[in-house]
Nanobody
Framework: QVQLVESGGGLVQAGGSLRLSCVAS????????MGWFRQAPAKEREFVAG????????NYVDSVKGRFTISRDFAKNTMYLQMNSLKPEDTAVYYC???????????????????WGQGTQVTVSS
């Protein structure tokens, strides 16, 4: 059983920064693909960033490129999302997700991921 637990959300002013964490447990994650998604009220869940656990290949949605950085720490079984220059439109619940079957390209559809965390709220005020 895979468990994903997010933390680090909160309220921040526009231009500020937050770092989200996702601690993974339950299985070896050497071949997993991990991702961050977000969902704003009345909107569909959106891919934000993804990382291949083994080779650190990454992918980002265009709207966060240059502002967000995804990374992982093998020793801590933890994935991070460093979010800088935050904008009000970044406001959403952010979810950590995991896909157990490795592949070359990092998928961006929520349906491609099997495991999900409970989400953490990020609110950016203007």
């Amino acid at each position: 059983q895979v468990q994903l637990v997010e933390s680090g959300g909160g309220l921040v002013q526009a231009g500020g920064s937050l770092r989200l964490s996702c601690v993974a447990s339950g299985r070896p994650f050497g071949t997993f693909i991990m991702g961050w998604f977000r969902q704003a009220p009345a909107k569909e869940r959106e891919f934000v960033a993804g990382i291949r656990w083994d080779v650190t290949s990454t992918n980002y949605v265009d709207s966060v490129k240059g502002r967000f950085t995804i990374s992982r720490d093998f020793a801590k079984n933890t994935m991070y999302l460093q979010m800088n220059s935050l904008k009000p439109e970044d406001t959403a619940v952010y979810y950590c997700a995991a896909k157990s079957k490795n592949q070359i390209q990092i998928p961006t559809a929520p349906g491609d991921y099997e495991y999900w965390g409970q989400g953490t709220q990020v609110t950016v005020s203007s």
